[in-house]
């Protein structure tokens, strides 16, 4: 994170070279060191707190006293007592005038920014602040007792966790942008979750055509096919305690698979859908077989 961020700082600092020809009028008192903080809208100049990964301006004022220059722009971070340089480079100036963007942690805790000049006869000067970063929290959906079909169950298969809908598999074609997952019993990967765009998906889903001639409304002739990714965990978690995203932004982090296979009763299943939105489903009995049936619930963000 440190070097991307401030990449096309140090390119500008680099071009931004100032020299100073101007005689010094006798009636004009000398310039001091000095360095400042911009503050007002818009810029951090003290202690604040923001969100996790959160981008910040900090504006930079600086003056070389007179006969010198400013010869350096140091930008260095705390966290748990070891420093960290984000941001480190040479000048030639006698005023920096400076927006520097940096990024907030990205999980909760506190940090030390610290901002130092020097100039030619290497004294120097700091500002510093503590950013404290939380979590955002935002509200949840929950779904209890959704009772899912199998491939040769009347109960529909398809579901959408934007509402909490099971859909049957004509009702899914026309509304395959909401579907996020669908349920099936296969001989391999028995019960199983999967991505409407999951291939072991559409071979199973063919309104009795195949996958090489489908049915009408089979799944490799839905108009979208969402590609929700999904992250197996078989060790218990708190589920009432999951009252907000906080936890479900967490658990999502890995959920790379097209599908969550081999599911049994007491695993959970994270789940990041197409539109980015992040949950957990927890898999409360499922009757393994084609015509049988899985009993989930469903934690998703708003």
């Given at each position: 994170m440190k070097k991307f961020a401030y990449l096309f700082a140090a390119l500008f600092l680099a071009a931004f070279?100032?020299?100073s020809s101007c005689k010094k009028d006798e009636n004009t008192p000398d310039q001091q060191f000095t360095f400042n903080l911009k503050a007002g809208p818009g810029y951090v100049s003290g202690d604040v707190t923001l969100t996790t990964g959160e981008q910040f301006k900090v504006g930079i004022n600086a003056f070389a006293s007179t006969g010198s220059t400013l010869i350096r722009f140091l930008v260095?971070?705390?966290y748990n007592d070891k420093p960290d340089v984000v941001f480190d480079t040479t000048l030639n100036l006698t005023v920096l005038n400076y927006d520097f963007f940096g990024i907030a942690l990205g999980g909760p805790g506190t940090?030390?920014?610290?901002?130092t000049i020097t100039q030619s006869d290497e004294s120097?000067?700091?500002?510093?602040f503590n950013i404290t970063t939380e979590s955002a929290v935002g509200p949840i959906f929950t779904y209890d007792q959704c009772i899912i079909g199998a491939q040769q169950n009347s109960t529909g298969s398809s579901f959408a966790s934007s509402n909490g809908t099971i859909y049957n598999l004509a009702e899914a074609k026309n509304n395959a942008a909401m579907i996020d997952w669908l349920y099936y019993f296969g001989v391999t990967t028995f019960a199983t979750l999967a991505a409407p765009d999951n291939d072991d998906a559409a071979h199973?889903?063919?309104d009795g055509g195949s996958y090489t001639n489908p049915g009408p409304n089979a799944l490799l002739n839905w108009a979208v096919r969402n590609a929700t990714r999904f992250r197996t965990i078989k060790d218990p978690l708190d589920w009432d305690a999951i009252q907000d995203d906080t936890e479900l932004i967490v658990l999502s982090q890995?959920?790379?698979e097209p599908n969550?296979?081999?599911?049994?009763?007491?695993y959970y299943v994270a789940f990041v859908t197409a539109n980015g939105k992040k949950g957990l489903i927890r898999i409360n009995s499922i009757n393994l077989e084609e015509d049988g049936t899985i009993d989930i619930s469903v934690k998703v963000q708003q």
């Amino acid at each position: 994170m440190k070097k991307f961020a401030y990449l096309f700082a140090a390119l500008f600092l680099a071009a931004f070279t100032i020299f100073s020809s101007c005689k010094k009028d006798e009636n004009t008192p000398d310039q001091q060191f000095t360095f400042n903080l911009k503050a007002g809208p818009g810029y951090v100049s003290g202690d604040v707190t923001l969100t996790t990964g959160e981008q910040f301006k900090v504006g930079i004022n600086a003056f070389a006293s007179t006969g010198s220059t400013l010869i350096r722009f140091l930008v260095t971070r705390v966290y748990n007592d070891k420093p960290d340089v984000v941001f480190d480079t040479t000048l030639n100036l006698t005023v920096l005038n400076y927006d520097f963007f940096g990024i907030a942690l990205g999980g909760p805790g506190t940090e030390k920014w610290i901002f130092t000049i020097t100039q030619s006869d290497e004294s120097t000067l700091e500002k510093s602040f503590n950013i404290t970063t939380e979590s955002a929290v935002g509200p949840i959906f929950t779904y209890d007792q959704c009772i899912i079909g199998a491939q040769q169950n009347s109960t529909g298969s398809s579901f959408a966790s934007s509402n909490g809908t099971i859909y049957n598999l004509a009702e899914a074609k026309n509304n395959a942008a909401m579907i996020d997952w669908l349920y099936y019993f296969g001989v391999t990967t028995f019960a199983t979750l999967a991505a409407p765009d999951n291939d072991d998906a559409a071979h199973i889903f063919t309104d009795g055509g195949s996958y090489t001639n489908p049915g009408p409304n089979a799944l490799l002739n839905w108009a979208v096919r969402n590609a929700t990714r999904f992250r197996t965990i078989k060790d218990p978690l708190d589920w009432d305690a999951i009252q907000d995203d906080t936890e479900l932004i967490v658990l999502s982090q890995g959920a790379i698979e097209p599908n969550a296979p081999d599911l049994l009763s007491g695993y959970y299943v994270a789940f990041v859908t197409a539109n980015g939105k992040k949950g957990l489903i927890r898999i409360n009995s499922i009757n393994l077989e084609e015509d049988g049936t899985i009993d989930i619930s469903v934690k998703v963000q708003q």
